[in-house]
């Protein structure tokens, strides 16, 4: 067997959140939430952290020693964006009321979930910062694994998305990871970070711009392309922002307010949560098989710890004799496991190294799909206007489900796409009566108003001195408003009215249009 040296510093490997998350205001056929709704979600997904169990056990009695404040601390908006200018980054980093949300989240929400993601940074961005200075990328683009992952080697997205990197099945596959029962390389941190490395540089080959990479990273280069070519071949994030799906119009919110609260948690009070796992790690190479649980019985190390060292095993099984794989220990038990490799190997062989008995830990599932026996199956077709959360609302099933039954990533839908939705045959009749309803209707059948539409005459534009004017009404967005008008772009609406943040327009509001010609 040959070896490869890796120290590694509070290590720690796992804990659940997946920040697949939205936060603005979509238009024409993509969702339509709001950034508080985004907040929450984010603060159940850090909740969920606690049930590791190197976190549990690393936050047993002594939390409180790295959170000296509580409550928290809110800074004033300058100072927010003062910091934000000073992070190094080779792109601009923007601030808005939207981004504020996000750092909130992380210092004040859920400061002692955060304190735990400090301390998995400890662990993997040297070696995300080692792996991307030798493809040449900038060391800044690590900020990206926590929000893709919240640095979570074993999270798993409704849709499939796996690993530190969240990478669907055919993408790491394409960028040579193994995927099968017995192993997932997108769960492997060393790994799945080299095929990472390699994505994102492939994908500034193509754009040459860092914002346009992140963005196309989290929609894929085809909905950026296609954004590009709607807004006229611009090829600047802000020019086509909103031809971007909704979530992508919310990931550089989430990567600036990441980037943020991992580089001034001091100032708010947050330490770094010291992690239970070595801080000094070997990885060898296995050229035969052998399950981790043989390691933890023989060598007494814990089958948490081996389980964490090495996610990308998903039965804990090594099948190091299809061909050589790696194994992470502990450092101070290499010499050991050398020692004693044929004990460990040869111990209750008969029962861990049977692969026909080798399963999937159902435990470590963050989805179980729904059972459709029974149910009678109801076909939704999306209007303009819709959502994923209203529809599941409609037909009171939930989100989950949704996505599963119909194989949608994320959230993202479009008009006129048709959804499979399974619900019990004794009200089968009632909800097939939905998709022929307007939303009003939807929405009242639910307890839920919706405003009214408005009617043509508030609906124009009102000439006032120099400029054309419109005043905003409920349901209005920027992009909605300037496509009203030739020869006039969002971005011109926008520094006409000083708007930085284009959600935050008020009903009521006027807003200048263009000069008179």
């Not at 508080?36 to 049930?51: C, F, P, W």
């Not at 949300?101 to 979930?113: F, S």
């Not at 089958?303 to 090594?318: C, D, F, K």
């Not at 009404?473 to 000083?498: A, F, H």
């Amino acid at each position: 067997m040959t070896g490869k040296k890796m120290i590694f510093k509070k290590s720690v490997v796992g804990f659940l959140l997946t920040l697949l998350l939205t936060n603005l205001y979509a238009i024409n056929d993509t969702i339509i939430l709001k950034s508080e709704i985004y907040t929450e979600k984010i603060s159940a997904d850090l909740d969920s952290l606690v049930n590791s169990w190197y976190v549990r056990l690393a936050m047993e009695g002594h939390i409180d020693d790295f959170i000296s404040d509580s409550v928290g601390i809110e800074y004033p908006d300058t100072v927010y964006k003062e910091r934000i200018g000073k992070i190094y980054s080779l792109m601009k980093l923007p601030y808005n009321s939207i981004i504020r949300n996000h750092i909130h989240v992380y210092t004040i929400k859920q400061r002692k979930q955060f304190s735990a993601v400090l301390g998995l940074s400890d662990y993997y961005f040297p070696r995300i910062e080692d792996i991307f200075d030798s493809y040449g990328l900038p060391a800044e683009l690590k900020y990206m694994a926590v929000i893709e992952s919240a640095l979570n080697p074993n999270a798993v997205s409704r849709a499939g998305a796996t690993g530190l990197w969240q990478f669907m099945y055919s993408t790491g596959r394409s960028y040579g990871l193994t995927i099968n029962s017995l192993v997932d390389e997108r769960r492997d941190p060393i790994k799945a970070t080299h095929a990472a490395a390699k994505y994102i540089k492939d994908l500034y080959q193509i754009y040459n711009d860092w914002i346009l990479v992140i963005a196309a990273y989290n929609c894929g280069p085809g909905n950026v392309n296609k954004a590009i070519r709607r807004s006229g071949n611009k090829k600047d994030y802000w020019a086509i922002y909103y031809r971007l799906p909704r979530e992508t119009r919310g990931y550089i919110p989430q990567y600036v307010a990441a980037a943020y609260a991992m580089n001034y948690y001091a100032e708010h009070k947050i330490k770094p949560l010291p992690l239970n796992i070595p801080v000094a790690t070997d990885t060898i190479m296995v050229s035969t098989d052998i399950h981790l649980t043989q390691i933890s019985e023989v060598m007494g190390i814990p089958i948490g710890e081996l389980r964490a060292l090495n996610p990308q095993y998903r039965t804990g099984l090594v099948p190091g004799s299809s061909k050589p794989f790696s194994l992470t220990l502990p450092m101070n038990h290499l010499g050991d496991f050398i020692d004693l490799n044929d004990t460990i190997r040869n111990y209750k062989a008969d029962v861990y190294l049977t692969r026909v008995n080798q399963t999937a830990d159902p435990s470590r599932s963050t989805y179980v799909p729904p059972d459709v026996k029974g149910k009678t199956r109801l076909i939704y077709t999306v209007k303009d206007g819709d959502n994923l959360g209203f529809i599941a609302e409609w037909y009171r099933v939930s989100l989950s489900d949704l996505r599963y039954w119909n194989n949608i990533y994320r959230n993202l839908i479009r008009v006129g796409q048709k959804l499979s939705i399974y619900v019990d045959p004794s009200r089968a009749s009632q909800y097939e009566k939905i998709n022929d309803m307007t939303f009003a209707q939807k929405q009242a059948m639910i307890g839920k108003t919706s405003p009214s539409a408005p009617t043509a005459s508030i609906m124009q534009p009102v000439q006032d001195g120099d400029f054309i004017t419109y005043t905003v009404r409920p349901g209005d967005t920027i992009w909605e408003i300037v496509k009203k008008y030739d020869n006039v772009s969002t971005t011109d609406v926008l520094q006409l009215n000083n708007i930085s943040d284009p959600s935050r327009i008020k009903v009521g509001q006027v807003l200048k249009i263009k000069k008179k010609s």
